[in-house]
């Protein structure tokens, strides 16, 4: 079969109008911001996003390639009982959007881990970020495969030179213009896939080779095993809860406007995924319910092991060729906008958590933007590599998402609402659900297990609900094991970055080069240098400082910090390194020392005309 060159054409005009859509809103960005760049406007675009475009990146990120093909293909085999993807994201935004979205959009983090570094420190981060990454890169992976394939089919045109060019449109508007880029991205991908899918629904049941779905309802729903409800309860809590602990949904969680919004997108955006989940639904059983004897496979893909490409051949058998292109676009829309999150998603936590956090606090933003940018290359490029050269990738995938349920999930909870909790627990969990996970095998990618749970059959593998389990296990043991050696008194069960300065309103008033022994009653409100271990509060914005040496100053329950409450020496607090925070704007602070409220202070303070000075994340050299 020849090249189908007016496809090739179409569907190249779909690329070039996502990618110009991303080079607009790189370049408004930067209007917008001055031509100034920081690493909250990359990873989180300034936090400026509104709730429509919310909605709609969130909806797109979730309905990317693997979720319309992998929803036909389900239907097409285990039947509609056994498709809980659909439903379990649903509930699972819904949760995340009621339980973390609003607090940890309070919190003004930047990545899924600033909650881990805060607790745990650097090298939980590190481990935490492995899994993290291997979900990412796999699921990356497995949709270019499945990319490749169905241009291959539509289009004849070689594999290869499909997810090539598929990666290096998105690589490249991801690096221009990051997450805002993917944002509006994400908003022109989801009507394509929006209008795509609904335009070729009609051509497919209108095809006279494709039969009336009421008489093969019984195939396309599926039949339901009561031997199998451990599995079926396992897969769904899996698909429902495994849909939280991942950057990509965060990311967009930490960019809009407010904790509320964020709420909003989680819980619409995951209704927006059900409604769409509706043409695949529609797809699957018209490709139970075709005559496939007259196609040129000759038989259903089901039959031909090719359960996978369900949905490019049915509408490659049962539409029109320029309708066949245009559903083509829509697929190819959903996985760039599931790769452009991935991507992104990877290179801001490696970027912010573990090269400035870890490898070079003192960072400039301006290192910190290309280092992501070439984070950003090297992912993607890692990507569309194991994409071509790996077999079985979504096999990967799978044990990967697992491996992010069982051990992210419960370390999440841990960091977010049990703060006491600490690096021991968080360490021993993390090794004990890894093993248990990886130790009931995995089947697509050939795993052979060596935990064999109850229930446990040669011919049917494991029947025990054994990722709740591990997952279960590893939240207990991250809980138990924290508690025991709080109460011993161990080393480190403190972590020693956790600590938050916190300096608020320097005003012109109080500012000169050197103050009095007492600040001025005027003064009493305008200066406060507080150490925070909760690290809370909702109206600051983030700024590093490395301390050389910390001691704790006098009382302070101040009504402008929520658990705040300091009970220590009245000794100094000390502070040798220039404050430097690229979004502030005309603002640089040299502070030298810092001392106890209404007990004197000297400050040096050049052209500063910002008024909240907040939330100095400080890493301190001991505590």
């Known amino acids: 079969m020849a090249l189908n060159v007016p496809g090739l054409l179409v569907?190249?005009?779909?690329?070039?109008?996502?990618?110009?859509?991303?080079?607009?809103?790189?370049?408004?960005?930067?209007?917008?911001?001055?031509?100034?760049?920081?690493?909250?406007?990359?990873?989180?675009?300034?936090?400026?996003?509104?709730?429509?475009?919310?909605?709609?990146?969130?909806?797109?990120?979730?309905?990317?390639?693997?979720y319309i093909n992998g929803t036909a293909e389900s239907i097409a085999t285990g039947g509609l009982v056994w498709t809980l993807a659909p439903f379990g994201i649903f509930l699972g935004l819904s949760i995340g959007g009621m339980t973390f979205a609003k607090r940890m959009r309070d919190e003004k983090y930047l990545t899924m881990l600033d909650p881990f570094q805060e607790v745990y420190g650097s090298q939980v981060v590190l481990l935490v970020y492995v899994a993290s990454v291997c979900g990412d890169l796999f699921w990356t992976a497995s949709i270019l495969s499945a990319l490749g394939t169905s241009l291959s089919v539509i289009l004849n045109w070689s594999r290869t030179i499909a997810i090539l060019s598929s990666a290096a449109f998105t690589v490249g508007y991801t690096m221009i213009g990051q997450m805002i880029s993917v944002a509006y991205t994400d908003v022109v991908q989801l009507i394509f896939i929006t209008?795509?899918?609904?335009?070729?629904?009609?051509?497919?049941?209108?095809?006279?080779?494709?039969?009336?779905?009421?008489?093969?309802?019984?195939d396309w729903i599926g039949q339901y095993d009561s031997n199998s409800t451990n599995l079926w309860i396992d897969l769904f809590i899996a698909m429902t809860f495994g849909t939280i602990p991942w950057q990509a949904y965060f990311q967009r969680v930490l960019s809009v406007r407010s904790g509320k919004e964020a709420q909003i997108l989680s819980v619409v955006g995951g209704a927006s995924a059900l409604v769409l989940f509706l043409p695949s639904l529609?797809?699957?059983?018209?490709?139970?319910?075709?005559?496939?004897?007259?196609?040129?496979?000759?038989?259903?893909?089901?039959?031909?092991?090719?359960?996978?490409?369900?949905?490019?051949?049915?509408?490659?058998?049962?539409?029109?060729?320029?309708?066949?292109?245009?559903?083509?676009?829509?697929?190819?829309?959903?996985?760039?906008?599931?790769?452009?999150?991935?991507?992104?998603?990877?290179?801001?936590?490696?970027?912010?958590?573990?090269?400035?956090?870890?490898l070079h606090p003192k960072a400039s933003n301006t290192e910190l933007i290309w280092l992501q940018r070439v984070a950003i290359l090297i992912i993607g490029s890692t990507s569309t590599v194991v994409s071509l050269l790996v077999p079985g990738v979504?096999?990967?995938f799978i044990l990967a998402a697992d491996i992010v349920f069982v051990i992210v999930?419960?370390?999440?909870?841990?960091?977010?609402?049990?703060?006491?909790?600490?690096?021991?627990?968080?360490?021993?969990?993390?090794?004990?659900?890894?093993?248990?996970?990886?130790?009931?095998?995995?089947?697509?990618?050939?795993?052979?297990?060596?935990i064999f749970y109850p229930a446990y059959e040669e011919s049917d593998g494991q029947n025990f609900p054994f990722r709740t389990f591990a997952m279960v296990t590893s939240l207990l043991i991250i809980v138990l094991v924290s508690i025991l050696t709080n109460e011993l008194g161990l080393p480190f069960t403190k972590h020693r970055n956790s600590y938050t300065l916190h300096s608020r309103d320097i005003s012109s008033d109080c500012t000169p080069e050197s103050l009095p022994e007492s600040l001025p009653e005027s003064c009493s409100n305008s200066f406060h240098a507080k150490?925070?271990?909760?690290?809370?509060?909702?109206?600051?914005?983030?700024?590093?400082?490395?301390?050389?040496?910390?001691?704790?100053?006098?009382?302070?329950?101040?009504e402008v910090f929520t658990n705040c409450d300091i009970d220590n020496t009245d000794e100094d607090v000390t502070d040798s390194v220039e404050i430097k925070d690229d979004e502030f704007t005309n603002c640089n602070q040299s502070r030298k020392?810092?001392?106890?409220?209404?007990?004197?202070?000297?400050?040096?303070?050049?052209?500063?005309?910002?008024?909240?000075?907040?939330?100095?994340?400080?890493?301190?050299?001991?505590?």
């Open 11 to 66: 569907l190249l005009v779909f690329y070039i109008i996502i990618f110009l859509v991303g080079l607009y809103a790189a370049r408004r960005r930067k209007n917008t911001n001055g031509g100034k760049e920081t690493l909250e406007s990359s990873i989180v675009a300034g936090r400026s996003i509104g709730a429509v475009v919310g909605i709609f990146t969130m909806t797109a990120t979730t309905v990317g390639g693997g």
């Open 195 to 218: 209008g795509g899918l609904v335009l070729c629904i009609p051509f497919v049941f209108t095809n006279e080779n494709v039969g009336n779905i009421g008489s093969t309802s019984s």
């Open 282 to 358: 529609l797809i699957g059983a018209a490709a139970v319910s075709a005559d496939w004897t007259n196609t040129s496979l000759g038989m259903s893909p089901m039959a031909a092991n090719k359960a996978d490409m369900v949905l490019p051949y049915v509408l490659n058998e049962f539409t029109p060729v320029p309708v066949a292109v245009i559903g083509l676009g829509a697929i190819s829309a959903a996985v760039m906008s599931s790769m452009d999150s991935s991507v992104l998603a990877s290179s801001s936590m490696f970027t912010k958590n573990i090269y400035k956090q870890f």
């Open 394 to 396: 979504y096999g990967l």
């Open 409 to 450: 999930l419960p370390q999440l909870i841990c960091a977010v609402f049990f703060k006491w909790t600490n690096r021991y627990g968080a360490v021993l969990g993390y090794t004990v659900g890894t093993v248990l996970r990886v130790g009931a095998g995995e089947p697509s990618i050939d795993l052979q297990p060596f």
């Open 531 to 558: 150490l925070d271990q909760q690290n809370r509060h909702n109206g600051f914005t983030n700024c590093d400082l490395t301390m050389s040496s910390v001691n704790l100053s006098s009382n302070y329950k101040g």
């Open 593 to 623: 020392r810092i001392y106890g409220i209404n007990a004197g202070a000297s400050l040096k303070d050049k052209d500063c005309q910002h008024q909240e000075l907040v939330h100095l994340n400080t890493s301190l050299a001991s505590n």
